[in-house]
């Protein structure tokens, strides 16, 4: 009877180890899901923040250097649109090709006006460059009506002269900030696309490091006793 008793007794402290065995394996795996678990929840926040953030980047290059940069070339391409008919205001033959050139110079007049519009908002830089470009085509219209009443009057010769030499001195006034904004704005977009590069890698780099730690935690976990 004593054996018996001394046999059943071995046989259930053998059931309590690998009982207490089993509870240790559950939570070891229990910790390790845990600790897995809240890895993967501190990298899904900063997936998002990250995601967030190279939204707002993009969104400043959209609406501020991007947007200013092709609003400065327009407005520059009107420019010169304006100069060239400036000259075929000289060369007209009659009346109605007199008309048709100053047509065209009051509409790609409007569209420097409203692309100037365009710079004025989304301009980050010192805006005062763009009320000096504002000042001298403002400056401009009083030398182009003169030009037109020269031609108008046949005094080619004259008008010729006038945009050869003030119209040529406006516009290169015009263009100086113009120019001047313009490399703001790209250097601009180099500092935010510099910025969206470095979250980038960031988010990068933190992915890399949580399977890193994923699976050094369940290497650790697996080896604890």
């Given at each position: 009877m004593d054996g018996n008793d001394a046999a059943a007794e071995a046989s259930r402290a053998r059931l309590d180890a690998r009982s207490i065995m089993k509870l240790r394996i559950a939570a070891r795996i229990a910790a390790g899901l845990s600790a897995i678990v809240l890895l993967l929840l501190?990298?899904?926040?900063?997936?998002?923040?990250?995601?967030?953030?190279?939204?707002?980047?993009?969104?400043q290059l959209y609406r501020h250097p991007f947007a200013v940069t092709n609003a400065l070339g327009a407005a520059d391409a009107s420019i010169i649109a304006m100069n060239r008919s400036m000259k075929d205001v000289v060369l007209a033959r009659d009346a109605a090709d007199i008309d048709r050139a100053v047509a065209e110079v009051d509409r790609r007049e409007a569209m420097v006006l409203a692309q100037f519009a365009i710079v004025r908002e989304r301009f980050l830089g010192d805006k005062s460059k763009l009320d000096v470009a504002a000042k001298a085509f403002a400056d401009w219209r009083p030398i182009r009506a003169e030009v037109v009443r020269l031609a108008r009057e046949g005094r080619r010769d004259e008008a010729a002269e006038m945009v050869r030499l003030r119209g040529a001195a406006a516009m290169a006034t015009i263009n100086k900030p113009l120019g001047e904004m313009a490399e703001f704005a790209q250097n601009k977009a180099v500092e935010f696309m510099t910025g969206a590069a470095a979250a980038a890698e960031r988010t990068r780099?933190?992915?890399?490091?949580?399977?890193?730690?994923?699976?050094?935690?369940?290497?650790?976990?697996?080896?604890?006793?």
């Open positions: 501190a990298l899904g926040w900063f997936a998002h923040s990250s995601a967030d953030a190279l939204s707002r980047l993009t969104e780099l933190t992915i890399v490091g949580a399977i890193l730690a994923a699976v050094l935690l369940a290497v650790v976990f697996g080896a604890l006793p």
